[in-house]
């Protein structure tokens, strides 16, 4: 049975405080409702309640602004912040005020209730709010109307000042680098070095040197001291993007920094502190790499702590109409309209690429359609589904071959080079479907091409591919 308290909840729109205070008094709670700050803040005094849900827009002064007053007024009650406008700066600026979490509305009441649950619960043991700070400025925005973003938002905003390692998971292009970058921008790390990581885009062989450093004759070529990645960050973060290409032995490496924030220099059995917080990102499927034996049980525990999921494009089609109109103005084509029906085919498209692909088409539409307004026409063509595959490809591709071996033999029949001349002709469109299709993830192309990551890096380096993507 829940303990009695009185509940104090600021909202202009009556039917918001009438479903709560419904709810609330289900619960037991003792509810109080105020439609202005002013009006809550009397309330708080005479009543000092045990949770605050203050809603943002507000007639005269808004709640973010009068969040502070609230805790002052309460001896630092939990206040829960209900917002419509759904972007991470309100998520983030409610917070850093002293908000103990966040709705996004339209909400549904069995997450109002879970929210306040945790919150009442939590309140005994909660800290006094740090003071405000100003906020960095912001070039990177994280666009999202959809509910599954506003939960990231709302995720982002309450872990950032924390130093926890947080895993951030979802396909290729969805914004997971986006998100850690978010998640920096807004700690109290903002100042010091933000790194990320592609393990897989370092030499195999050096990698634990170029995460921890080396000693001088730590290793062939070893020729003086050198600092690593995660010295480099020292006070900052450091996103370990794909995560599930670290290899097994650089694993046990990274548990001991997440667990007891050393590591050493490779050659050099000195233990140095890391003041650094680790970020991961992957987006395949760890649970599978831990059964498969490719990554260690504990390092994903220790990692799954906290995880934010950005959900496929596909399955956020309301991201589609101000991502588009986000990327316009990025691109300096802000005056672009589009038309309405673009909208409603471009949400029946897979997007396996996700945002990265979203981003790439708009470009593309924004050049064919120099200034006026967008059509159907002007996006590339969808790319097709997974599974599809062309009718009789196989044959004309035989044929063609054919046609161009026959060819060069009749030119030069003492060809010794006809191997690579043919690799080299098809090879480069191949490798640019794949890359395409994966939406520039190389893990992924290698992974589709059955070829090893290295190999597929030297080949895009051998035909001059290497910065297309
Ligand atoms: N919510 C968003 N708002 C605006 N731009 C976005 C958003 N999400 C992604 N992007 C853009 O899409 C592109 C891909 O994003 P990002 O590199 O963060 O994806 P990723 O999930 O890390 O991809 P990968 O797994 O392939 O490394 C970037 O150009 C990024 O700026």
């Known amino acids: 049975m829940t303990e009695k308290q009185t509940i104090l909840v600021v909202d202009d729109e009556p039917s918001i405080c009438w479903a709560l205070e419904k709810m609330l008094t289900r619960e037991g709670h003792n509810v109080v409702t105020a439609s202005s700050a002013e009006e809550g ?3 708080a005094k005479k009543h000092q309640p045990a949770m605050v849900v203050l809603d943002v827009r507000l007639p005269q002064e808004d709640g973010i602004t009068a969040l502070p007053k609230f805790l002052a007024a309460t001896n630092n009650a939990p206040v829960v912040i209900i917002t419509a406008f759904g972007d991470l700066e309100t998520a983030v600026a409610a917070v850093k005020k002293g908000a103990t979490d966040y709705l996004t509305k339209p909400f549904k009441l069995e997450d109002a209730l879970r929210t306040c649950r945790l919150t009442l619960q939590k309140s005994s043991q909660r800290a006094v709010p740090k003071a405000t700070q100003p906020m960095a400025a912001d070039n990177s925005v994280l666009v999202g109307a959809s509910p599954a973003m506003q939960q990231v938002f709302r995720q982002i905003a309450l872990v950032a ?6 895993l951030i998971t979802g396909e290729t292009g969805t914004g997971k680098e ?7 921008r807004h700690s109290q790390r903002s100042k010091a ?3 990320p990581i592609a393990p897989v885009a370092l030499n195999l062989d050096l990698i634990e040197s170029e995460l921890f450093g080396h000693v001088k004759g730590a290793f062939t070529g070893a020729s003086e001291d050198r600092p690593g990645l995660f010295e480099r960050a020292e006070g900052g973060t450091i996103l370990l993007d794909e995560i599930g290409d670290l290899p097994l032995g650089t694993q046990v490496k990274l548990l001991r920094v997440l667990e007891q924030g050393q590591y050493s220099r490779v050659g050099d059995a000195t233990p140095r502190t890391a003041n650094v917080r680790v970020l991961a990102a992957t987006n395949c499927n760890l649970h599978d790499a831990v059964t498969s034996g490719e990554f260690r049980e504990d390092l994903f525990h220790r990692l799954t702590g906290v995880q934010i999921h950005l959900p496929p494009l596909r399955e956020r089609t309301e991201d589609i109409g101000p991502l588009c109109q986000h990327f316009l103005t990025a691109m300096n084509y802000g005056d672009t309209t589009i038309d309405e029906s673009v909208f409603a085919e471009l949400k029946t498209r897979p997007w396996h690429g996700n945002i990265r692909e979203l981003k790439n088409a708009v ?15 002007d996006f590339p063509v969808a790319k097709p589904s997974r599974d599809a595959v062309p009718v009789s490809s196989t044959h004309s591709l035989e044929s063609a071959i054919a046609t161009w071996a026959e060819t060069k033999v009749a030119e030069d029949p003492s060809a010794v080079t006809i191997h690579s ?3 080299a002709a098809v090879e480069p469109s191949l490798l640019r479907v794949v890359l395409r299709h994966t939406g520039g993830n190389r893990a992924r192309a290698a992974e589709m091409l059955g070829i090893h990551r290295g190999t597929l890096r030297d080949r895009l380096r ?4 290497d910065d297309e993507n």
Do not use: C, E, M, N
């Open 41 to 43: 803040l009397q309330l």
């Open 462 to 465: 051998a035909y001059k591919i």
């Open 193 to 195: 070095p933000y790194i």
């Open 363 to 377: 470009g593309h539409a924004a050049v064919v359609a120099r200034g006026r307004r967008l059509t159907i026409d």
């Open 161 to 166: 000042d924390s130093d926890l390692s947080v």
């Open 178 to 184: 986006l998100v850690a970058a978010a998640i920096h």
């Open 421 to 423: 001349d043919f690799l």
